[in-house]
């Protein structure tokens, strides 16, 4: 053997043990025994088919890892941070809902009083009323809710109610669960809206003027105002008033000669004051009530459980409180007629389709597309494990063969 060709099989041989000393002693071990040629073709060969394997099994961990994290966080969006933290009332919501309507009869209490009942009754005035619902504290699910309503008739305010309420921020019923620094109404049934997720059954309304609970009864499904709503009709019986804020600025008493005065002008029976002369006899006034009764149709966007419309028409009446406890209706304090302006209309559609679409979109389609998603990784993944086994050194895909054998490679 010539220096050169000496030369040459050495360079060579540094060729094989570089190769083997990449590939990892696996492939030298391998190449001892027999099992495959050990040539530099062949080497290189064997060495390309172990780093694509160790790629694709690196990337198959990878898209599984993924994959995985997807199809949890699809879980964890449908069944717990939608439902817990998304579809509930917001700490921040202050919703303001304005109403048109027309007062039949409206009694000033400073006139009647006074005993001047031609200044007591007014009739036929319009009327706007004003209701801001706004979340003042939140603590987990439940909320400090502030109800406030305004009514005010030929630019003067004539009426007014602010409840406080303690709210699950789910169903929207009043709870008598929480903190014991919150000064609430206790309350029951639902106050002011539905629940998320309305269904096709009654439900307990609140009525803040008697402190009584009444059947919000669903009637059907209609479409209103481009949805479709679920309708409720609620109605009060003639329940006597017990807020109160209402009966502050109401008159106690009113003087004897106010009735009489009444009884002349037609406005009450003469019957019925020879009643009330036997029932308190010698007195120069007679003690009041109050009752309130009213009828209310509600058009509710069942996803979100807000009221997207709504009429009502009410009654308070005056009456002679007996000692009894019964009260003897007299005349009417207020009877009026209203209904969610147009302009409110609109806000409550744009409200109940934007809290639908939120909800849809995050307890629905992204769980859906993440589920799928992270379900096509996790696949791929099993699939370039595999892929990557049969490309490893000695697979049944990566036997090389060649006719570069040199001296040094054919020796035994």
């Given at each position: 053997?010539?220096?050169?060709?000496?030369?040459?099989?050495?360079?060579?041989?540094?060729?094989?043990?570089?190769?083997?000393?990449?590939?990892?002693?696996?492939?030298?071990?391998?190449?001892?025994?027999?099992?495959?040629?050990?040539?530099?073709?062949?080497?290189?060969?064997?060495?390309?088919?172990?780093?694509?394997?160790?790629?694709?099994?690196?990337?198959?961990?990878?898209?599984?890892?993924?994959?995985?994290?997807?199809?949890?966080?699809?879980?964890?969006?449908?069944?717990?941070i939608?439902?817990?933290?998304?579809?509930?009332?917001?700490?921040?919501?202050?919703?303001?809902?304005?109403y048109?309507?027309?007062?039949?009869?409206?009694?000033?209490?400073?006139?009647?009083?006074?005993?001047?009942?031609?200044?007591?009754?007014?009739?036929?005035?319009?009327?706007?009323?004003?209701?801001q619902?706004?979340?003042?504290?939140?603590?987990?699910?439940?909320?400090?809710?502030?109800?406030?309503?305004?009514?005010?008739?030929?630019?003067?305010?004539?009426?007014?109610?602010?409840?406080?309420?303690?709210?699950?921020?789910?169903?929207?019923?009043?709870?008598?669960?929480?903190?014991?620094?919150?000064?609430?109404?206790?309350?029951?049934?639902?106050?002011?809206?539905?629940?998320?997720?309305?269904?096709?059954?009654?439900?307990?309304g609140?009525?803040?003027?008697?402190?009584?609970?009444?059947?919000?009864?669903?009637?059907?499904?209609?479409?209103?105002?481009?949805?479709?709503?679920?309708?409720?009709?609620?109605?009060?019986?003639?329940?006597?008033?017990?807020?109160?804020?209402?009966?502050?600025?109401?008159?106690?008493?009113?003087?004897?000669?106010?009735?009489?005065?009444?009884?002349?002008?037609?406005?009450?029976?003469?019957?019925?004051?020879?009643?009330?002369?036997?029932?308190?006899?010698?007195?120069?006034?007679?003690?009041?009530?109050?009752?309130?009764?009213?009828?209310?149709?509600?058009?509710?966007?069942?996803?979100?459980?807000?009221?997207?419309?709504?009429?009502?028409?009410?009654?308070?009446?005056?009456?002679?409180?007996?000692?009894?406890?019964?009260?003897?209706?007299?005349?009417?304090?207020?009877?009026?007629?209203?209904?969610?302006?147009?302009?409110?209309?609109?806000?409550?559609?744009?409200?109940?389709?934007?809290g639908s679409?939120?909800?849809?979109?995050?307890?629905?389609?992204?769980p859906?597309?993440?589920?799928?998603?992270?379900?096509?990784?996790?696949?791929?993944?099993?699939?370039?494990?595999?892929?990557?086994?049969?490309h490893?050194?000695?697979?049944?895909?990566?036997?090389?063969?060649?006719?570069?054998?040199?001296?040094?490679?054919?020796?035994?």
């Open positions: 053997m010539t220096q050169q060709q000496t030369g040459a099989e050495l360079r060579r041989g540094s060729e094989v043990h570089l190769q083997w000393a990449m590939c990892g002693r696996a492939e030298l071990a391998r190449v001892h025994r027999g099992r495959a040629p050990a040539g530099p073709a062949s080497m290189a060969g064997l060495c390309g088919a172990h780093g694509l394997g160790a790629a694709m099994r690196k990337t198959a961990v990878a898209s599984g890892i993924i994959g995985v994290v997807l199809v949890a966080a699809a879980f964890l969006l449908a069944f717990w939608t439902p817990a933290y998304i579809a509930r009332l917001q700490s921040d919501s202050s919703t303001v809902r304005n048109d309507g027309q007062i039949r009869t409206l009694v000033n209490p400073v006139a009647l009083r006074q005993g001047n009942l031609a200044a007591a009754i007014k009739v036929g005035l319009p009327e706007t009323l004003r209701r619902v706004k979340v003042l504290q939140t603590s987990g699910n439940t909320a400090l809710v502030q109800d406030a309503t305004t009514v005010t008739a030929s630019g003067r305010q004539v009426g007014g109610l602010t409840s406080k309420y303690a709210i699950d921020r789910t169903s929207f019923q009043a709870t008598s669960s929480h903190p014991s620094t919150w000064s609430v109404t206790d309350a029951k049934g639902q106050t002011f809206n539905w629940p998320i997720g309305t269904k096709q059954q009654n439900y307990t609140w009525v803040p003027y008697t402190l009584t609970t009444i059947p919000l009864k669903y009637t059907g499904q209609a479409q209103r105002n481009g949805i479709s709503t679920y309708v409720y009709q609620a109605t009060v019986p003639a329940t006597p008033v017990k807020n109160s804020q209402v009966l502050a600025v109401l008159p106690k008493s009113v003087p004897v000669s106010l009735l009489q005065g009444a009884a002349k002008a037609g406005l009450i029976p003469g019957s019925m004051l020879a009643s009330l002369g036997k029932a308190f006899p010698g007195l120069s006034s007679v003690p009041l009530g109050y009752v309130y009764q009213a009828t209310s149709t509600y058009w509710v966007a069942p996803a979100t459980g807000i009221v997207v419309d709504a009429n009502t028409d009410e009654k308070e009446v005056a009456g002679v409180a007996l000692p009894n406890g019964k009260i003897v209706p007299v005349l009417p304090v207020l009877a009026d007629s209203y209904k969610f302006s147009s302009s409110s209309v609109q806000g409550a559609v744009t409200d109940a389709n934007n679409s939120t909800i849809n979109t995050f307890g629905t389609i992204l859906i597309v993440a589920g799928v998603l992270g379900f096509l990784l996790v696949v791929l993944a099993v699939f370039l494990w595999m892929r990557g086994r049969s490893g050194v000695g697979g049944r895909g990566h036997q090389v063969s060649g006719p570069d054998l040199g001296p040094v490679d054919a020796r035994p």
